[in-house]
């Protein structure tokens, strides 16, 4: 707990106004990812841990969103990063561009700009990457593989399996990207407690420390490496004064205007000078060469940020020429000068979106590493005016901290601040069905009736109720208004709502009037469009004559809920009257566009990961067993071979040195011939067959080097035990005289002396045998039984020690209650820690 406030205490937190508080119930762990294009940072809330950024094995804050295929073998973060220089087509990064895109998606031909990878359509019509002589993978398990890694790191970090996660997106994310990255953590072995914009995200991370007697309201500006968003958040006290809302009121966005664009520019830049330089080479055809500009483009983007020149350098770079040159940044932001405008645009477009202007706005908070370029906070500052810029949160990591906090919440198992969140769907939703009509016959075309189901800026975690009169199964088909991005399809999933006509004709036929479908359709928190049921609904009205049933029957024209009508919320409906009757119909899901992966495709992908995780696992434990072995072999040998003052040579005999150079010798042989094609076993066997020759020898060293200091506890405990006696005897003593009753009896006393004269007896012999013994050869007295002698002893004075008091007579204490109590100054007792008892009268 204190290492916990400690921890917040670095961001800025009052530990007391947090509340953290570890719930006595079984206590969960909640893990946050913020999965960028470059870097994914996670951050793990677990009680008994400091609340921090999840560290890799490098002990980066940082994790390089990248997987690499090395072989069979995969490889992840930097590892996976460094990689691309070397064998570009079997690096993967920026995917995050990828999930849930259509194969035919503008996003996809900008992707063959920065990235040599070769994508092929999947089945489903998204994308997936061949493994060059494997497999073709799909986008949602690579990304999977990555979410996967960081759910080891952080098990390993817990030190539990770790399950719950939330996940942040940005807030343009449509049901395809949200399916998708819902596929990926499910295959990764994770659950998804719910995913979160990113500005909502940050916002929660902003509100965390602050408190809000007036609201207020701030935008979120996020810049990263793939594109860049605007969150308008109204932040107030919530009803009860106690916490804090976070309200997103709306978002702007620009796909495709980031950090990687700049980077792209600039490898640009760079090409077209080595081109111009080394006329005829054409540097683009060269992937290696390519990956490599890349990387160096993203250092030189970085230096210019803080410098105004920058020289990019890069050795044989292709056919052996060298590669050296310097970049203005007047010259970088000549070629971005197109795109500058675009940087502030988002947050322009999410002001207009509500009513509020510039002078509404208290600041505008900066997060992402884009935002750390000058051309872009000189363009955001030009649009809102450099005083409402506001540096006050981490730029790479308040995303993932407001994820974890907002996780914590959920999950109910910290008490955190009370921080509600409502959050708003950036697309106008709407649903598409046919009229229902009555004439039949060739050429007679239903009309197809639109109606907005949820209008852009709608509140998530709502439902709603559509009403229909139907006499037939329908469907219904959700769409966005119009395409969400360049070649994204509007449709994204169609609901069909089954058995109308049955249901309808028995509830009929019992007397029910005015029967309505009503379809329950649901946003949730994390974004997702869903139906969750549909059902006849009859209203079993007092008209019980045979015109009412028949009106009921035909259905009440002059019914007030008109066909598709919205009603919303459901909960604020009337409620049913008892006689109310409804029947359950089914609502089959079918998916007409980009589907997300099917159960059975997931739970194959699962095994598949699971199985290389395992694969993996038990190729490093071969490796770490081979390398043990060898390691030991040689050690050995140079003892062996190395100086006769070694404790070891002194600790062994001629005969047990020779027994161990033949086993040694021969185990070195085996593992030259073997080391390849054996397996864990075979090494622990190996190594477990020289060690039996060598642990008596390590034995007998270990008991030289323990017995002095065992020796002297015995003899401790005898001293006391003697010091306790002859007190004790002289209390009994003055105790006959006084005729006063004692805390010990005579035989008491005896019985202990018995002990410790034993005690020393044996020491004694067993000592004096000792001195006789030679170093290489086995103790004649082994510390461990003399620990327990010792401890046999310790036992009996402590017994005694902590024996309670005799009763005084009744009728001098009838009347003291604390007589018959614990004694008020019981002797410390054994402490936790294998802290010995301390005697009262210990000197
Ligand atoms: C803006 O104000 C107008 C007039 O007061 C109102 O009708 C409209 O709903 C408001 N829009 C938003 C997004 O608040
Ligand atoms: C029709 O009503 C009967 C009696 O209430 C019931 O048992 C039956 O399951 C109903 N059928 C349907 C399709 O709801
Ligand atoms: C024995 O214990 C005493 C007192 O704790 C200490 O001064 C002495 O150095 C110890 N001797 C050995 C051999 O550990
Ligand atoms: C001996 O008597 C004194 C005085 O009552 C007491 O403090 C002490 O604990 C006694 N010692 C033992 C070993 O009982």
Known sequence: MRGLCQRLVLFGALCLSLGFYVAPAAAATVLAIDYGADFMKASLMKPGLPFDILLNKDSKRKIHSSVAWKGEERLFGQDAYSLATRYPKDTYSSLKYLLGVPANADVVSYFANISPVTLVASSRYTLGIPKPGGRTWDIEELVAMQLAYIRQLASDTAGEPVRDVVVTVPPYYTQFERDAIADAVEIAGLKLLTLINDGTAVAINYAMTRSFAEPEHHIIFDSGASSTRATIVAFSADAKGRGTQVQVKSVGYNRLIGGTELTRRLRDILIGDFMKKNGGVDVRQDKKAMARLWKEADRVKGILSANTEATATIESLIDDIDFKTKVLRTQFEAVCKDIEDAFATPLIEALSNTNLSMKDIKSVVLFGGNTRVPMVRRNLEA?????????????????????????????????????????????????????????????????????????????????????????????????????????????????????????????????????????????????????????????????????????????????????????????????????????????????????????????????????????????????????????????????????????????????????????????????????????????????????????????????????????????????????????????????????????????????????????????????????????????????????????????????????????????????????????????????????????????
């Open 383 to 843: 649009v809102v005016g450099e005083g409402k810029i506001a540096v006050n949160v981490n730029a790479d990591e308040a995303a993932v901290l407001g994820a974890a906090l907002h996780g914590a919440s959920l999950s109910r198992q910290f008490r955190t601040k009370d921080i509600k969140v409502i959050d708003v769907l950036p697309y106008d939703v709407q649903v598409a069905y046919e009229a229902e009509t009555k004439a039949t016959g060739p050429g007679v075309r239903p009309r197809t009736i639109h109606s907005i189901a949820f209008p852009a800026g709608s509140k998530t975690g709502t439902r709603k109720t559509l009403s229909f009169k139907r006499h037939s199964d329908f469907s219904l088909a959700f769409q966005y208004k119009s395409e969400p991005a360049p070649q994204f399809p509007v449709e994204f999933l169609e609901a069909r709502v089954e058995g109308v006509a049955e249901a309808l004709t028995n509830m009929s036929t019992s007397g029910a009037s005015d029967l309505t479908i009503k379809v329950t359709i649901a946003l949730s928190e994390s974004g997702f469009v869903s139906v969750p049921e549909a059902i006849v609904y009859a209203d079993f009205k007092d008209d019980s004559s045979i015109a009412g049933m028949l009106k009921g029957f035909f259905g009440d024209k002059g019914d007030k809920v008109a066909e598709g009508e919205v009603q919303e919320p459901m909960k604020e409906q009337t409620p049913r009257k008892p006689k109310d009757v409804t029947i359950p119909l089914k609502v089959p899901i079918k998916y007409t566009s980009v589907a997300p992966m099917a159960l059975e495709n997931k739970r194959e992908a699962r095994t598949r990961l699971n199985d290389m995780e395992t694969k993996e696992l038990s190729a490093s434990m071969r490796e770490e067993q081979r390398n043990g072995l060898e390691g030991y072999i040689y050690r050995t040998r140079d003892i062996l071979e190395g100086s006769q003052d070694h404790p070891f040579m002194q600790c062994s005999q001629e005969s047990e040195r020779t027994a161990l150079k033949q086993k040694l010798e021969e185990v070195a042989k085996w593992f030259h011939d073997h080391q390849d094609t054996a397996d864990t076993k075979d090494f622990i066997e190996k190594r477990l067959s020289i060690q039996s020759i060598e642990n008596p020898i390590q034995h007998r060293y270990q008991e030289i080097v323990d017995f002095p200091e065992v020796l002297n506890n015995s003899q401790k405990w005898n001293f006391h035990t003697r010091m306790f006696l002859t007190e004790a005897r002289q209390n009994l003593t003055e105790e006959e005289k006084t005729g006063t009753q004692g805390k010990y009896t005579i035989e008491e006393l005896n019985e202990l002396e018995q002990t410790l004269r034993e005690h020393e007896a044996w020491l004694h012999v067993n000592v004096e045998k000792q001195r006789t013994v030679k170093h290489n050869e086995d103790p004649a007295i082994e510390t461990k039984e003399m620990k327990e002698r010792a401890d046999k002893l310790e036992l009996h004075l402590k017994r005694l020690v902590q024996k309670k008091p005799p009763r005084r007579r009744a009728t001098s204490s009838a009347s003291d209650p604390s007589s018959t109590a614990e004694p008020s100054a019981t002797p410390p007792t054994q402490a936790d820690g294998g802290e010995k008892v301390h005697l009262h009268e210990e000197l």
